[in-house]
């Protein structure tokens, strides 16, 4: 059986047989395969037109709407499968044989219509650690939702609007589904944009009344909007606060670090992730169960360092420039 080989050309490129794939590389990749785990900017490029396009449809149709166009996608190819990774609508993990699992940004559970990130078996793992240091440990969502929920109540007691935001493409889409119960409720327009897109690859969240940056024909008084993250020294979220007394509430892995919603102004910060957190990735890796574990984004070297001393062979990703396993 062949062994893959992995190497950080132009991001990660894995050679598997007589073939190779980039991984979310940086710039166009003369690879036969180019995968694309997800339509988040940091992770979609126009690729090389010779490279053979592995992603999702959603991937697809999320990355056109922003500008990019992928051309055509493929989503299996021989020894290839790609496997829900949870993380944004569309967002994959991709296994080579068996013998690369490759996570992209993985979700360690259930949010709304969303799932968790969907393992296999591999010899060496690729995986995310954004949140790879123990003090990340998310609360359920199931009690984030009850908490929100009776804050909202008590700010409409007292006639106060609440604004919930959270990155523009995925996680405000769970905002919009999770809490749109609410009335009047607001969407921000470049959510309203990618709600729509949801609702094309077949989510549909409730369309609400569409909120301008100019504001135009925001009602006073106690109302839900979904916004995408911002500063409250942006003008948008200084009108917000000055002229409506709105409350912001940020949604956001980070929110497990105390001081995060005084470091972006917001009132309340509430952490709900689209990535696993720190007792997650650990089950993930348990469930791959790889002889080989590379660590990218985020706690790249603590993690790797936690993991080795579990005893698993972890590396950071970011400290190699060559060829990582020779075989
Ligand atoms: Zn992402």
Not at 96 to 120: H, N, P, Q, S, W
Not at 139 to 147: A, G, I, L, T, W
Not at 284 to 291: A, G, Q, Y
Request: aromatic share 10%; proline share 4%.
């Amino acid at each position: 059986m062949a062994r893959a080989k992995i190497s950080l050309r132009n991001g990660i490129t894995v050679d598997y047989g007589a073939t190779t794939y980039a991984l979310d590389p940086k710039g166009p990749a003369g690879t036969d395969y180019t995968f694309v785990s997800h339509a988040h900017l940091d992770h979609v490029q126009k690729p090389n037109p010779n490279s053979r396009v592995l992603a999702s449809k959603e991937t697809r149709v999320l990355a056109r709407a922003r500008g990019f166009d992928l051309g055509r996608t493929v989503e299996s190819a021989e020894d290839v499968k790609l496997l829900d990774s949870g993380h944004i609508l569309g967002a994959r993990a991709i296994c080579i044989g068996d013998e690369v699992l490759y996570t992209g940004d993985a979700a360690g559970r259930d949010r709304a219509f969303m799932g968790r990130c969907r393992t296999k078996k591999a010899r060496i793992l690729i995986t995310e650690s954004t949140f790879g240091r123990s003090n990340y440990v998310f609360p359920p969502v199931s009690q984030v939702v009850k908490e929100v929920n009776s804050m909202i109540g008590l700010l409409f007691d007292r006639g106060r609007p609440v604004v919930l935001m959270g990155y523009a493409l995925g996680k405000s889409q769970i905002l919009s589904h999770l809490f749109s119960s609410w009335s009047p409720f607001y969407v921000h327009e470049r959510v309203a944009e990618i709600n729509e897109v949801y609702g094309e690859c077949g989510v549909d969240l409730k369309k609400g009344k569409t909120v301008k940056a100019d504001l135009e024909g925001l009602s006073t008084g106690p109302w839900v909007m979904v916004a995408p993250m911002m500063s409250s020294r942006s003008k948008f979220a200084q009108r917000l606060k000055k002229e409506y007394g709105a409350a912001l509430v940020a949604f956001s892995g980070w929110a497990a670090d105390p001081g995060y919603a005084y470091s972006i102004g917001a009132d309340f910060a509430f952490a709900v992730s689209d990535h696993c957190d720190y007792p997650e990735l650990l089950a993930l890796v348990k469930d791959v169960s790889p002889e080989e574990i590379y660590t990218t984004h985020g706690f790249t070297s603590e993690f790797a360092l936690d993991l080795r001393k579990l005893g698993f062979d972890a590396k950071p990703l970011s400290g190699f420039q060559a060829f990582l396993s020779d075989y």
